[in-house]
């Protein structure tokens, strides 16, 4: 006749802890995953909306010249983009400039970056200035 084996009780929890834990590190890895696809989506729907709202700023500032409160004619308008986006010639198509005005569009709750309040700041202070700068055509030179 065969003997069972004697149980210790102090072991026979052991496999029920076993897959306790086993159970907890399953639950943990789903839970960091979910936790990871849920930011995951959060980052993509905030890059969206900020890409969104970037698209209209830069239509708006396309659009700009043709806007009502636009500081002289679209045709005397050129764009820059940076540090300013536009440098107005109010005048010069009709053959009279009367200023030049720099011009930075803004929409929504932007506000200026350091650089355009630093050009802002220059020419109020009146630290502007016109240079004319000849470059001369480059020679042949006579080897041979």
């Known amino acids: 006749m065969d003997v069972l084996p004697a149980y210790d009780p102090v072991l026979l929890p052991v496999p029920a802890l076993v897959a306790g834990a086993v159970a907890a590190c399953v639950l943990l890895v789903v839970a960091y995953r979910l936790g990871a696809w849920v930011g995951h989506r959060r980052r993509l729907r905030l890059a969206r909306e900020g890409s969104r709202r970037a698209l209209a700023g830069q239509v708006a500032e396309q659009w700009a010249p ?12 050129r764009f820059l983009g940076a540090p300013v986006d536009y440098v107005v010639f109010d005048g010069l198509s009709e053959g009279a400039l009367r200023e030049i005005v720099l011009v930075e569009v803004k929409s929504g709750r932007s506000s200026l970056s350091r650089g355009e309040r630093q050009v802002r700041d220059a020419v109020h202070e009146g630290r502007v200035r016109f240079v ?3 470059v001369d055509a480059p020679r042949r030179s006579r080897e041979g």
Not at 67 to 77: L, T
């Open 132 to 134: 004319e700068l000849r």
């Open 66 to 77: 043709f806007a009502d409160g636009f500081p002289g004619h679209p045709s005397d308008a």
